[in-house]
């Protein structure tokens, strides 16, 4: 199947700093890319999703940018909050996965 | 407008029996996907249905699983003669249109253990 890879697998940052993460893919036919989260003993949930017609997409803290020619695409959580520590996940090619990425947030 | 469905939420087995996975769509989603997540680790894809026919497998085992949506009724995923690395969580997922464009929802999973 499509290989999608994510990075970092584990993210530690203080409160109130930025995370990024960031996911590559190799199938260049992907058209959407979405996030998702998921808390501990939970479903995941979409947090935000771009298209391949943009570049970026914002919503107050979270944003996601899309480089296509490059076939990578990041994850930005501004001013982060002990709330925000979950498992992020993006996804490519329908309904490939990354491995996740497990983020602390410290207060 | 109820979410996607599944039940049950727990399930235990004994090795060597069969396990059912049910899984209801959202209201107006014809398309449902099943995952497997093993205990820190992602979302791993299994099978894509639309009603009535599988679209894609090719992340099933090819003995001892299957799944089918039927026209009436929820998605079903199957697992004949489990063993033990089949405990997992599993979620299903719909969405409204093709994956590759459109939001999935998830349910809340099936923990299956198997003893």
């Known amino acids: 199947g499509e290989n999608v890879e994510q990075h970092p697998s584990t993210l530690s940052v203080q409160e109130g700093d930025s995370a990024v993460i960031k996911c590559t893919y190799s199938d260049s036919a992907s058209n959407y890319f979405p996030w998702y989260k998921q808390e501990l003993g939970k479903r995941p949930q979409l947090i935000i999703d771009i298209r391949s017609n943009v570049g970026e997409k914002k919503d107050q803290r979270i944003a996601v940018t899309l480089n296509k020619t490059a076939k990578h695409f990041s994850l930005h959580i501004t001013e982060t909050q002990p709330e925000d520590s979950a498992v992020y996940f993006c996804?490519?090619?329908?309904?490939?996965f990354g491995a996740g990425t497990r983020l602390f947030v410290k207060a | 407008n109820a979410g996607v469905m599944q039940n049950p939420r727990h399930l235990v087995r004994r090795r060597g029996q069969e396990a059912r996975l049910r899984c209801s769509p959202m209201k107006g989603h014809s398309h449902v996907y099943w995952y497997r997540q093993l205990p820190e680790e992602g979302l791993k894809f299994m099978v894509y249905?639309?009603?009535?026919?599988?679209?894609?497998e090719s992340g099933m085992p090819k003995e001892r699983f299957s799944a089918e949506f039927p026209k009436e009724g929820p998605s079903i995923l199957r697992i004949q003669q489990v063993v033990r690395g089949d405990s997992a969580a599993y979620f299903c997922?719909?969405?409204?249109?093709?994956?590759?464009?459109?939001?999935?929802?998830f349910g809340p999973g099936t923990r299956l253990t198997v003893l």
């Open positions: 997922a719909s969405s409204l249109g093709l994956a590759d464009l459109n939001e999935q929802f």
């Open positions: 996804a490519a090619a329908k309904y490939y």
């Open positions: 249905l639309q009603k009535e026919n599988i679209i894609d």
